[in-house]
């Protein structure tokens, strides 16, 4: 079990690692910078190499992610928020690697009207340029790669599918630095039904045939405030929305999916997950497995599968 938490970072970052520490989560994500401003936070080296070590010491903390800026918009037909969304992405990931991320998760945008095969070309250059430009991990420091991240299906965003996200990764020549970060309030928003186990094992195998299992690296674990197939990004507490406990159980405790890092994004009272959000996604993780159990020791297992 691996229960995270989007955390506050602090000017060092390291205050991340003691919030996480606190509410019992053991890996956390951070922003690096405002999520809503174009001002990149520039940090010295040795403070990113101090958290680097500071992570890999940590007595709890499994995992550190990083969420890129929300503006970032690699599908605009606007040239001038193209360059701007790529040199942010790119700062982005030149801190994540420089602090030992496991990933940076990005939202990949809007093609705001033009079409998704229309923007397909731009938005994969995009990425790889990102990629490229990037500076690199201190040496002996493992690779942070990009975490593309599922939507909603509002309006004109990109990645309301696993058939869109592999798209764009197969436009990038299939680069393995380039991974997926499931939203599991995103996934019901466009209409994905995986509360039963039937339905979560309907999800392992839409990854595997677009993308791969070997790209899933992590999920963000919410809830949901509207009913599923609404397109709207509403996050709700752990089984306070339309999924609830049981629904997310039956992803969370699938054989494929169950000793991923799993990362609450819920409001909590309104200042983020606290230590009872993580009871509660504890809760679900053992119930999914109980689920699985059940199942499997059921004399008509078989039946299911």
């Known amino acids: 079990m691996n ?3 989007h955390v506050r970072g602090g000017g060092t970052l390291l205050p991340s690692l003691r919030a996480g520490e606190e509410i019992g989560a053991t890996s956390i994500q951070i922003f690096t910078q405002s999520p809503r401003t174009w001002k990149p936070s520039l940090y010295a080296p040795e403070v990113l190499d101090a958290y680097y070590e500071a992570q890999l010491s940590h007595p709890t903390i499994r995992h550190t992610f990083s969420h890129a800026t929300y503006l970032i918009n690699l599908g605009t037909p606007n040239p ?3 360059e701007k969304s790529q040199a942010t992405l790119t700062h982005n990931l030149s801190v994540g690697r420089r602090m030992g991320a496991s990933g ?3 939202h990949t945008g809007s093609h705001m009207g ?3 095969e ?4 731009q938005i994969a250059r995009a990425y790889v340029r990102a990629l490229d430009e990037a500076d690199r991990a201190p040496a002996g420091v493992p690779e942070c790669p990009i975490l593309i991240e599922n939507t909603a299906g509002a309006g004109g965003t990109v990645g309301r599918s696993f058939e869109e996200i592999g798209a764009i990764i197969d436009a990038c020549g299939k680069d393995e630095r380039l991974q997926v970060c499931v939203d599991t309030q995103h996934l019901w928003a466009s209409g994905f039904d995986f509360s039963t186990p039937e339905g979560a094992n309907a999800l392992v195998h839409a990854i595997d045939t677009h993308v791969g299992l070997a790209r899933l690296t992590c999920f963000h674990l919410n809830d949901s405030l509207v009913e ?3 397109n709207k990004d509403r996050h709700a507490n752990i089984d306070e929305g339309t999924i609830g406990l049981e629904g997310l159980a039956a992803l969370m405790g699938h054989p494929a999916m169950r000793d991923l890092p ?3 994004e819920v409001p909590g009272e309104k200042d983020g997950p606290r230590g009872l959000d993580v009871a509660a996604a504890e809760r679900a993780w053992r ?3 109980d689920i699985y159990e059940t199942r499997d020791s059921s004399p008509t297992a078989s039946t299911h599968s």
């Open 3 to 5: 229960i995270g938490a």
């Open 80 to 82: 001038e928020l193209l």
């Open 104 to 106: 940076v998760v990005v």
């Open 114 to 116: 033009s079409g998704f």
């Open 118 to 121: 229309v923007a397909l070309p």
């Open 228 to 230: 599923r197939g609404s």
């Open 262 to 264: 799993m990362i609450l």
């Open 287 to 289: 119930r999914g497995i």
